[in-house]
T-cell receptor, first 115, second 111 residues
Framework: EAGVTQFPSHSVIEKGQTVTLRCDPI?????LYWYRRVMGKEIKFLLH????????ESGMPNNRFLAERTGGTYSTLKVQPAELEDSGVYFC?????????????FGPGTRLLVL | KQEVTQIPAALSVPEGENLVLNCSFT??????LQWFRQDPGKGLTSLLL?????REQTSGRLNASLDKSSGRSTLYIAASQPGDSATYLC??????????FGTGTRLTIIP
């Protein structure tokens, strides 16, 4: 069974440009999460989808970030326009259910560098 | 607001020794606590998940414990090997399902 995949693995863009990150969760997982780790800080939650609906987007830093999950399958996270402080590693995770025992499975991350 | 702390930030241990990694959290109303491993440039690999009603979980040479009342969890690694070198992260899950992570402990096993 394939794990969580993310594309691209790395992205280097200039300030003001737009970048779109993609996440493909484990097949059959209704829950999809986005997290990010900026330099020197802990990994922080961005948002949570249940199927195609946003369950919790309390961690989204500002309106330059837009997440979508069309048809409840893969998800995209768009940053427009990118700023220097957006640099970091963006992780996607998925889980099957919402019970206390559910493990979140993480992808390899997308390393974003904004110059 | 949940805060998760991992001390020390880095640890070096000779091969073969047993070791303990520490994780503390401020809000004891957690649903579960998860330990992850991250290798350089890689994603997070889930090691163990302890539900709030459990005291410990074991997988091979790894044993994780949870003490909600004191806000602490430990990850015990027995008979350490060079392949255990990685960054270890703990994360607490609250009722809203999002994980709150610590900053991690970078472990180096010295051959």
């Amino acid at each position: 069974e394939a794990g969580v995949t993310q594309f691209p693995s790395h992205s280097v863009i200039e300030k003001g440009q737009t970048v779109t990150l993609r996440c493909d969760p484990i097949s059959g997982h209704d829950n999809l999460y986005w997290y990010r780790r900026v330099m020197g800080k802990e990994i922080k939650f961005l948002l949570h989808f249940v199927k195609e609906s946003k369950q919790d987007e309390s961690g989204m830093p500002n309106n330059r970030f837009l997440a979508e999950r069309t048809g409840g399958t893969y998800s995209t996270l768009k940053v427009q326009p990118a700023e220097l402080e957006d640099s970091g590693v963006y992780f996607c995770a998925s889980s099957q259910g919402r019970g206390w025992h559910e493990t979140q499975y993480f992808g390899p991350g997308t390393r974003l560098l904004v110059l | 607001k949940q805060e998760v702390t991992q001390i020390p930030a880095a640890l070096s241990v000779p091969e073969g020794e047993n070791l303990v990694l520490n994780c503390s959290f401020t809000d004891s109303a957690i649903y579960n606590l998860q330990w992850f491993r991250q290798d350089p440039g890689k994603g997070l690999t889930s090691l163990l998940l302890i539900q709030s009603s459990q005291r410990e979980q074991t997988s091979g040479r790894l044993n994780a414990s949870l003490d909600k009342s004191s806000g602490r969890s430990t990850l015990y690694i027995a008979a350490s090997q060079p392949g255990d070198s990685a960054t270890y992260l703990c994360a607490a899950r609250m009722g809203n399902e999002k994980l709150t992570f610590g900053t991690g402990t970078r472990l180096t096993i010295i051959p």
